[in-house]
């Protein structure tokens, strides 16, 4: 069975940290973009960051020189380290897994993928001012 665990959540206060991490299971990472998505109360879902096959990384403006994804394959886990964190990134945190992933782009830089094949339950992320 395909599964994604994202775990990691909790509260945090302003400036504080959080590393998430997303286990996959009854698939290999290895061939997949690994993305980091968020939705917060009221909003739509958006994302945050992404891991390609090819150890491409992208990032949403937002959390440039803030988040970091990286993976480790021969765990099977995807890792979304997030520092300086703010209220604004209170949300749902969910990863999702994509063979041939497809990017959103606005005014020139990325904000996120669809064509994602598996998702993940999400953790929640609160941040308090």
């Known amino acids: 069975e395909v599964q994604l665990q994202a775990s990691g959540g909790g509260l945090v206060q302003a400036g504080g940290s959080l590393r998430l991490s997303c286990a996959a299971s009854?698939?290999?990472?290895?061939?997949?973009?690994i993305g980091w998505f968020r939705q917060a109360p009221g909003k739509e879902r958006e994302g945050v960051c992404l891991?390609?096959?090819?150890?491409?990384?992208y990032y949403k403006d937002s959390v440039k020189g803030r988040f970091t994804i990286s993976r480790d394959n021969a765990k099977n886990t995807v890792y979304l380290q997030m520092n300086s964190l703010k209220p604004e990134d209170t949300a749902v945190y969910y990863c999702?897994?994509?063979?041939?992933?497809?990017?959103?782009?606005?005014?020139?830089?990325?904000?996120?993928?669809?064509?994602?094949?598996?998702w993940g339950k999400g953790t929640q992320v609160t941040v308090s001012s």
């Open positions: 891991s390609s096959s090819d150890g491409s990384t």
């Open positions: 009854g698939f290999t990472l290895d061939d997949y973009a």
């Open positions: 999702a897994a994509a063979m041939h992933p497809l990017f959103l782009s606005y005014g020139g830089s990325w904000s996120g993928a669809y064509n994602m094949d598996y």
